[in-house]
Structures are given as C-alpha cells and as structure tokens.
T-cell receptor, first 117, second 111 residues
Framework: EAGVAQSPRYKIIEKRQSVAFWCNPI?????LYWYQQILGQGPKLLIQ????????DSQLPKDRFSAERLKGVDSTLKIQPAKLEDSAVYLC???????????????FGPGTRLTVL | GEDVEQSLFLSVREGDSSVINCTYT??????LYWYKQEPGAGLQLLTY?????DMKQDQRLTVLLNKKDKHLSLRIADTQTGDSAIYFC???????????FGTGTRLQVFP
C-alpha cells in the first residue's frame, strides 16, 4: 500500500515570496491533515479536511495560509507571503475516517522542509 | 489549555532498556499515543493506550499510564541502534478532538 506522498521535499525561498506544498493521501482515506512542525517542537495541526470540506482550521493563520482539497483527494497548502517564522517542516497526514473512531490511525508523509531566508 | 511535555534527550547503551516519559494536562484525554520520527521521515505510530488502561505491552514496547498524575511512559526493551529517533507523546483531546503532540524526546543508542 502506497503511503502519503508529499512534494517538494525541500524548499528554500526568501521572505515575502509565495510557496505551495502538495499532498497525496493514502487511497480511500477521507480525512486529510496539514501539520506545521517547527524545529525542536512537536507537530501542530493547521487544518483538517473531511473529504473536500474543512473540519477544523482554527489554528491556520488565514491572513497568509490557505489550503484546499477540491476533489476530496489531493491537497495543496499555500503560504503567501512567507515570513521567517514560517520556516518549518510541513507534514501531511491522512486517516480512513477521522470523525468518529478515536483509534483511527493518522499516517504521515515525509514532510516538506521549508526554509525562509 | 492542553500541554504535553517531554524531556529532550535520552542516551542509552545498546541492549539496555530505554524509558521515555511524558506528562500531559488535559484530564479529559481518552487516548494517548507514542509516535516515532526518524531523520527525514514522517511520524510513525508505535502504539496507543486508552485512558482506562494502566499498561499495554506490544513486543519490546511497554506503555504505562498513571492517569492520576497524568504521566505516560514508553519503555523499549533491548534497545537497538535502529531505535535511535525522536519519540513523540500525543494526547487526543476530548475538548478539541485534536492530537496534541509533545516536544519530542531524542533517543540516542550507542554501542
């Protein structure tokens, strides 16, 4: 079974530039998550999708971050414009159905390491 | 709010046992998890424990939960060099229905 795919693996940009990350979840997984992991910290949830609808985006800085999952499969996360403090690893995860089953395992992709100069 | 804390580093000799500790604050958490993150890789779920359990064993892994003290530990028996990684404790908050991760403990295994 293929895992969660993410691209690019690494990205270096200058502040005020824009960047986009892509995630392809495990086939058949309804729930998709984007996490931000700052160096030395645990992942922090940015946004959760159930199919193509947003379940939780309370911790997404909406003035500069946006995410979409138009067809309920792949997802993109965009930062525009980027700030120095956005340097982090952006992890995508998916699960079969995150709505009811508390043991619904989240499978993580390898992440995209973003460096903002 | 929810807060999950872990010690930053642990160094053990190959073949010894490792014990990684975690404390959390949300008493309504129903599930607690341990994830492993190897360099350049995503997080891999190792094991989880339901809050009404005290202990769970899975091969070389033993999870102990002290709900009164809100303390969780992961014991790895016969630690191998391949166990070197960062280990994250996470709680599933009943209040927010979100996974809250700790800061991670870097385990280094030396021969």
């Amino acid at each position: 079974e293929a895992g969660v795919a993410q691209s690019p693996r690494y990205k270096i940009i200058e502040k005020r530039q824009s960047v986009a990350f892509w995630c392809n979840p495990i086939s058949g997984h309804a729930t998709l998550y984007w996490y931000q992991q700052i160096l030395g910290q645990g992942p922090k949830l940015l946004i959760q999708f159930q199919n193509n609808g947003v379940v939780d985006d309370s911790q997404l800085p909406k003035d500069r971050f946006s995410a979409e999952r138009l067809k309920g499969v792949d997802s993109t996360l965009k930062i525009q414009p980027a700030k120095l403090e956005d340097s982090a690893v952006y992890l995508c995860a998916s699960s079969l159905d995150g709505s009811n089953d508390r043991t619904d395992t989240q499978y993580f992709g390898p992440g995209t390491r973003l460096t903002v100069l | 709010g929810e807060d999950v804390e872990q010690s930053l580093f642990l160094s053990v000799r190959e073949g010894d046992s490792s014990v990684i500790n975690c404390t959390y604050t949300d008493s309504s958490s129903t599930y607690l998890y341990w994830y492993k993150q190897e360099p350049g890789a995503g997080l891999q779920l190792l094991t989880y424990i339901f809050s009404n359990m005290d202990m769970k064993q899975d091969q070389r892994l033993t999870v102990l939960l002290n709900k009164k003290d809100k303390h969780l530990s992961l014991r790895i028996a016969d630690t191998q060099t391949g166990d070197s990684a960062i280990y994250f404790c996470a709680e599933l908050s009943d209040n927010t229905d979100k996974l809250i991760f700790g800061t991670g403990t870097r385990l280094q295994v030396f021969p």
